[in-house]
């Protein structure tokens, strides 16, 4: 067994780049590893802004040997009546980089077939890995790449070094014109010289000797130490401490190779600003933690993380407080700015954004919305109708505003602190705020029925306008954002419990388009089918039971709490004996109806035993069930009906259904499909056969 370093040493590659470039990295060459039926231990990566590492133990030392039997044509196509070889024997040989003379004729259970048998003595993992690094090299994904000079290599960022120590020993390969070797650089401005590096074992020492932190989760905790450390130096402990941002650490843990914490102060003005404003404009442009006190109000310092130690860490935060004041001040201009004019007399100037050139301006949107989160409100909150419609009026208005424009992040959270300077309610101003949420799959939902019901009547109006024009996602193209608002839109409606028809909801918000959509039905069971597939996939992702959401909504999918309530009813009663009997049961019922719909049943068409007990016991079971659907109680309902069980075991091995008289066999059809409609109410339990 051996050892495998690679190490990519580049120019400062962005924050954002590097995780994704590790797990490729990783990713590529256990891939090409197991191409090449090369065993292996524990892969690992490491990086900083300058490097990507890769360090691989146990490593086989070469392939096995393999034996590999390929069949080719007959032996009665391979070769004529003389015994020479056809076109059929001298193309597969050839295929094969193999003579006719090799081929054997061997037995099979088909007759006699031509066989070659190839033996490969498997390679030296020396002998691998030039080609293996090198494609290595050529396999990362970058969101954008570059080449420099008059070279023709791409990367994010140029290549400087290239480190391949197998066993200790050079890989003989280059990349870019850059040739690989055992010489390292350490950190550029605390020891920019080189390193000669030994392998895998001593490598992240190595580095550290030239203040280099190479292990990225190590790193990450330096980082949170150095801030709290920071802070700890200047301020009293016991009442500041830094909020950490978990994204915001993610990203300085990416653009330092050791981090070095500061903290700094600011002009105790700027606290005027709205919490979301200040910690912003510290965190996007300057990438600095802002400081709490006990009660998690902002105090008037921040952190700032170098890559850097420096001599003069007085000099270093007066520089870093000057650079912030720069921006404070622009930040207390926008804020002083946009309240000179109200949320309400920005709304007509909405008519200068355009939402979709199809689907009109903003202004146009906003006037949708409102009438959507009226028809919503008037449903779930009919108490705060007013405050919906007032917060969906006002809620787009801060696009116009200076802070939005110099953060487009702050959007709704400038408009709740505007909302609240002109005097709107708490509820139309945190509304506006939380009508954006939720932003991505798992984060975080609103908290106002207000705030759900405009952030529902933003979604509907935008998927439904987009599904209206033909804009439908296809493969990984989706430029609105449509599966994240149809994800926004089942969140929503399930985090609140609410009964909606999204049938009804999507054609009326088509409606409100007018003429410049296709507002057809065709357009409405798109986009409930769309909607339905995101569910699915959720459902699926979150570890529910797969055939139970198959069997609810592959029959009818219009609410969504519904829904879920037969999911989990049906999830929950699959355990019981008789269910799985049943459900197979089901299966041949919905055979054998096929395209028969009637459901009136005749008695004294009833001629067997069998038939008249289930026709009885199903009168009684649909009795028994009908105030349970009707009250959503689907464990209950499904309970009931599987008393059928028994009854329907005993017809179908009793009764002939497809009887010679017409009327018999019809009436047969017509107690089936009574039962599988009542069955269908909760779903389709055929798809619920496996154990």
């Known amino acids: 067994m051996s050892e495998l370093l690679f190490e990519i040493g580049t120019e400062e590659i962005p924050a954002g780049f590097q995780k994704p470039a590790l797990a490729q990295l990783k990713q590529n060459f256990i891939d090409q590893a197991k191409e090449l039926n090369l065993s292996h231990g524990s892969v690992v990566t490491m990086g900083t802004p300058r490097r990507f590492a890769l360090l691989v133990e146990d490593l086989a030392d070469r392939q096995p040997d393999s034996r590999e039997e390929l069949l080719g044509p007959s032996k009665q196509a391979g070769f004529d009546d003389d015994g020479n070889p056809t076109k059929a024997a001298m193309g597969f040989a050839r295929s094969k980089g ?179 404003a200040l910690i912003t404009s510290m965190r996007e442009h300057q990438k600095y933690f802002p400081v709490v006190d006990k009660d998690n109000n902002l105090l008037p310092n921040f952190v700032a993380v170098n890559n850097t130690k420096v001599k003069d860490i ?26 000179e004019k109200k949320l309400e007399d920005r709304l007509n100037d909405l008519t200068g954004i355009i939402f979709q050139a199809k689907l009109g301006t903003m202004l146009e949107k906003t006037d949708r919305i409102v009438k959507l989160a009226g028809l919503l409100a008037e449903q779930f909150i009919p108490g705060s109708v007013e405050e919906a419609c007032r917060a969906a009026r006002l809620c787009k208005t801060d696009l116009l505003t200076d802070m939005v424009g110099e953060f487009p992040s702050l959007q709704g959270n400038m408009g709740s602190a505007y909302a609240l300077e002109d005097g709107e309610t708490d509820g139309v101003a945190l509304a506006i705020k939380e009508h954006y949420l939720p932003k991505r799959a798992g984060a975080e939902l609103p908290s106002s029925s207000i705030g759900a019901v405009v952030g529902l009547a933003d979604r509907l109006d935008t998927l439904s306008g987009c599904f209206g024009i033909g804009q439908v996602p296809t493969g990984t193209t989706d430029p609105f954002g449509l599966r994240r608002i149809a994800l926004g839109i089942l969140h929503i409606v399930e985090h609140f419990g609410w009964t909606l028809s999204l049938n009804d909801i999507v054609h009326k918000a088509l409606s409100l388009y007018g003429d410049k959509v296709n507002g057809s039905s065709e357009t409405v069971d798109q986009v409930i089918a769309f909607i339905r597939g995101r569910f699915v996939n959720d459902q699926l992702a979150a570890g529910v039971d797969g055939e139970a959401v198959d069997a609810v909504t592959s029959v009818e999918f219009d609410d969504v709490n519904d829904s879920l309530a037969k999911i989990n009813a049906l999830a929950a009663i699959r355990g019981e004996d008789a269910f799985s009997v049943l459900a197979a049961s089901f299966k041949r019922i919905r055979n054998i109806i096929k395209k028969n719909s009637a459901t009136d049943v005749t008695e004294s068409l009833l001629m067997e035993q069998a038939e008249k007990n289930l026709a009885a016991v199903y009168k009684q079971v649909k009795i028994d069930v009908q105030p349970l659907l009707g009250a959503s109680d689907y464990n209950g309902a499904l309970s009931a009906m599987l008393v059928l069980k028994e009854p329907v075991d005993d017809f179908f091995n009793e009764v002939m259904v497809m009887d010679e008289d017409e009327a018999i066999r019809t009436n047969r059809l017509n107690l089936l499909t009574a039962i599988s409609t009542l069955f269908l109410r909760v779903g389709d339990i055929s798809k619920m056969q496996s154990n």
């Not at 990450?220 to 915001?248: F, G, H, M, Y």
């Not at 000099?315 to 622009?330: C, F, K």
């Open 98 to 276: 193999a003579d006719v003379a090799d081929l054997q004729v061997v037995e099979t259970n088909k007759g006699e077939y031509l066989m070659l048998v190839q033996e490969r003595k498997g390679l030296a993992t020396a002998e691998l890995l030039p080609d293996l690094l090198a494609d290595l090299m050529e396999g990362f994904s970058f969101a954008k790449s570059m080449h420099w000079g008059s070279g023709t290599a791409m990367f994010a960022r140029p290549v400087q070094w290239i480190v391949a120590l197998h066993n200790g020993k050079v890989v003989s390969f280059s990349h870019g014109g850059i040739s690989a070797s055992n010489v390292s650089r350490g950190h550029r401005f605390m020891s920019n010289n080189n390193v000669s590096l030994q392998g895998v074992t001593g490598y992240k020492e190595s580095l550290a000797e030239v203040f280099v932190q190479v292990d990225q989760n190590e790193r990450r905790d330096a980082v949170l130490t150095e801030i709290e450390k920071a802070v700890a130096a200047t301020l009293d402990p016991s009442t500041a401490s830094v909020a950490v941002d978990e994204a915001l650490v993610d990203t300085v843990c990416n653009l330092v190779e050791k981090p070095f914490g500061v903290c700094g102060s600011f002009d105790a003005k700027f606290l005027q600003l709205p919490d979301e």
């Open 314 to 339: 007085n000099l270093t935060r007066t520089g870093h407080e000057r650079v912030l004041r720069a921006r404070l001040e622009d930040a207390f201009f926008f804020f002083a700015s946009d309240k």
